[in-house]
Protein backbone atom coordinates (compact mmCIF):
# COMPACT_ATOMS: atom_id res chain seq x y z
CA UNK A 1 0.00 0.00 0.00
CA UNK A 2 1.08 3.40 -0.48
CA UNK A 3 0.95 6.69 -2.75
CA UNK A 4 2.15 6.41 -6.40
CA UNK A 5 2.84 9.36 -8.67
CA UNK A 6 2.56 9.51 -12.00
CA UNK A 7 2.71 11.80 -15.51
CA UNK A 8 -0.61 13.63 -15.53
CA UNK A 9 -0.22 14.83 -18.88
CA UNK A 10 0.71 11.07 -20.13
CA UNK A 11 -1.63 8.31 -20.72
CA UNK A 12 -4.52 6.95 -22.30
CA UNK A 13 -7.81 8.98 -22.61
CA UNK A 14 -10.05 7.90 -20.77
CA UNK A 15 -12.11 11.04 -19.62
CA UNK A 16 -12.11 12.77 -22.78
CA UNK A 17 -10.98 16.92 -23.43
CA UNK A 18 -13.73 18.25 -20.23
CA UNK A 19 -11.73 18.98 -17.67
CA UNK A 20 -14.10 20.06 -15.42
CA UNK A 21 -15.84 16.64 -15.40
CA UNK A 22 -16.86 15.43 -12.26
CA UNK A 23 -14.55 13.29 -9.96
CA UNK A 24 -17.70 10.67 -9.47
CA UNK A 25 -17.95 10.30 -13.15
CA UNK A 26 -14.14 9.74 -13.19
CA UNK A 27 -14.14 7.37 -10.94
CA UNK A 28 -17.04 5.45 -12.43
CA UNK A 29 -14.99 5.35 -15.47
CA UNK A 30 -11.57 3.98 -13.88
CA UNK A 31 -13.99 1.12 -12.46
CA UNK A 32 -15.44 0.29 -15.73
CA UNK A 33 -11.64 0.60 -17.48
CA UNK A 34 -9.91 -1.75 -14.58
CA UNK A 35 -12.67 -4.37 -15.04
CA UNK A 36 -12.70 -4.22 -18.78
CA UNK A 37 -8.83 -5.28 -18.45
CA UNK A 38 -10.32 -8.00 -17.28
CA UNK A 39 -8.28 -7.03 -13.47
CA UNK A 40 -10.25 -8.79 -11.22
CA UNK A 41 -10.51 -7.11 -7.42
CA UNK A 42 -12.76 -7.93 -5.06
CA UNK A 43 -15.05 -5.17 -3.31
CA UNK A 44 -12.88 -2.83 -5.60
CA UNK A 45 -13.63 0.88 -5.44
CA UNK A 46 -12.49 4.23 -6.56
CA UNK A 47 -12.64 7.78 -5.40
CA UNK A 48 -10.98 10.54 -7.27
CA UNK A 49 -10.17 14.22 -5.56
CA UNK A 50 -8.91 16.07 -8.59
CA UNK A 51 -5.85 13.99 -10.14
CA UNK A 52 -5.63 11.63 -7.47
CA UNK A 53 -7.18 8.74 -7.25
CA UNK A 54 -7.94 5.49 -4.16
CA UNK A 55 -8.52 2.60 -5.19
CA UNK A 56 -9.53 -0.08 -2.52
CA UNK A 57 -10.57 -3.84 -2.55
CA UNK A 58 -8.89 -7.31 -2.48
CA UNK A 59 -6.87 -8.63 -4.95
CA UNK A 60 -6.03 -12.18 -5.45
CA UNK A 61 -2.23 -11.44 -6.39
CA UNK A 62 0.32 -8.98 -5.94
CA UNK A 63 0.62 -8.96 -9.74
CA UNK A 64 -3.25 -8.24 -10.20
CA UNK A 65 -2.48 -5.09 -7.71
CA UNK A 66 0.16 -3.96 -9.52
CA UNK A 67 -1.41 -3.68 -12.41
CA UNK A 68 -4.33 -2.14 -11.14
CA UNK A 69 -2.10 0.24 -9.93
CA UNK A 70 -0.31 0.77 -13.52
CA UNK A 71 -3.84 0.60 -15.10
CA UNK A 72 -5.13 3.61 -13.27
CA UNK A 73 -1.97 5.65 -13.32
CA UNK A 74 -1.25 5.97 -16.64
CA UNK A 75 -4.75 7.19 -17.43
CA UNK A 76 -4.39 11.24 -18.49
CA UNK A 77 -5.18 13.18 -15.87
CA UNK A 78 -4.50 10.99 -12.70
CA UNK A 79 -1.02 11.63 -11.24
CA UNK A 80 -1.29 10.24 -7.87
CA UNK A 81 -2.74 6.82 -7.24
CA UNK A 82 -3.34 6.32 -3.47
CA UNK A 83 -2.99 2.07 -3.45
CA UNK A 84 -5.25 0.64 0.07
CA UNK A 85 -5.49 -2.99 -1.94
CA UNK A 86 -5.07 -5.42 -0.24
CA UNK A 87 -3.71 -8.89 -1.33
CA UNK A 88 -4.94 -12.67 -1.10
CA UNK A 89 -1.53 -13.95 -2.13
CA UNK A 90 1.25 -11.96 -1.39
CA UNK A 91 4.52 -12.71 -3.81
CA UNK A 92 7.82 -10.24 -4.16
CA UNK A 93 7.03 -6.81 -5.25
CA UNK A 94 7.84 -5.73 -9.21
CA UNK A 95 9.20 -2.48 -9.76
CA UNK A 96 7.65 0.28 -11.50
CA UNK A 97 9.63 1.92 -14.65
CA UNK A 98 8.88 4.84 -15.91
CA UNK A 99 9.54 4.52 -19.67
CA UNK A 100 12.26 7.51 -21.21
CA UNK A 101 12.23 9.19 -24.85
CA UNK A 102 14.69 6.36 -26.86
CA UNK A 103 13.37 3.19 -24.75
CA UNK A 104 12.36 0.01 -26.30
CA UNK A 105 10.73 -3.19 -23.78
CA UNK A 106 14.64 -5.13 -25.23
CA UNK A 107 16.60 -1.68 -23.72
CA UNK A 108 14.61 -1.77 -20.07
CA UNK A 109 15.11 -5.76 -20.56
CA UNK A 110 19.09 -5.38 -20.62
CA UNK A 111 18.70 -2.95 -17.93
CA UNK A 112 16.97 -4.24 -15.53
CA UNK A 113 18.07 -8.14 -16.44
CA UNK A 114 21.00 -8.00 -18.56
CA UNK A 115 19.48 -9.54 -21.03
CA UNK A 116 17.22 -7.74 -23.99
CA UNK A 117 15.64 -11.15 -25.11
CA UNK A 118 14.06 -10.97 -21.54
CA UNK A 119 11.70 -8.17 -23.21
CA UNK A 120 8.95 -10.45 -23.54
CA UNK A 121 8.73 -10.79 -20.14
CA UNK A 122 8.38 -7.29 -19.42
CA UNK A 123 5.47 -6.86 -22.11
CA UNK A 124 3.52 -10.28 -20.30
CA UNK A 125 3.88 -8.75 -17.45
CA UNK A 126 2.08 -5.24 -18.89
CA UNK A 127 -0.61 -6.65 -20.07
CA UNK A 128 -3.68 -6.07 -20.60
CA UNK A 129 -2.44 -2.20 -20.67
CA UNK A 130 0.12 -3.39 -23.40
CA UNK A 131 -1.05 -5.18 -26.58
CA UNK A 132 1.77 -4.55 -28.77
CA UNK A 133 5.87 -4.58 -27.50
CA UNK A 134 6.36 -2.02 -30.04
CA UNK A 135 4.31 0.59 -28.61
CA UNK A 136 5.53 2.05 -25.60
CA UNK A 137 5.79 5.99 -24.80
CA UNK A 138 7.67 8.19 -23.13
CA UNK A 139 6.18 8.89 -19.78
CA UNK A 140 4.05 5.20 -19.39
CA UNK A 141 4.81 3.45 -16.05
CA UNK A 142 5.48 -0.11 -16.64
CA UNK A 143 6.10 -3.15 -14.29
CA UNK A 144 9.45 -4.73 -14.25
CA UNK A 145 9.09 -8.27 -12.15
CA UNK A 146 11.64 -9.89 -10.05
CA UNK A 147 13.95 -11.72 -12.33
CA UNK A 148 13.80 -14.42 -9.63
CA UNK A 149 9.56 -15.00 -10.48
CA UNK A 150 10.30 -14.91 -14.55
CA UNK A 151 9.51 -18.39 -15.73
Given at each position: ????????????????S??????????????????????N??????????D?????G????????????????????????????????????????T????????K??????G?????????????????????I??????????EN???
Open positions: MGLFSFIADKGMQLFGNDAQENTEKAQKITEFVSQMGLVENFAVTVDNKATIQQANSSETREKVILAVGNIEGISQVDDQLTVTTPAPEAQFYVQSGDSLSIAKQFYDPMKYPQIFDANKPMLADPDKYPGQTLRIPDTLA
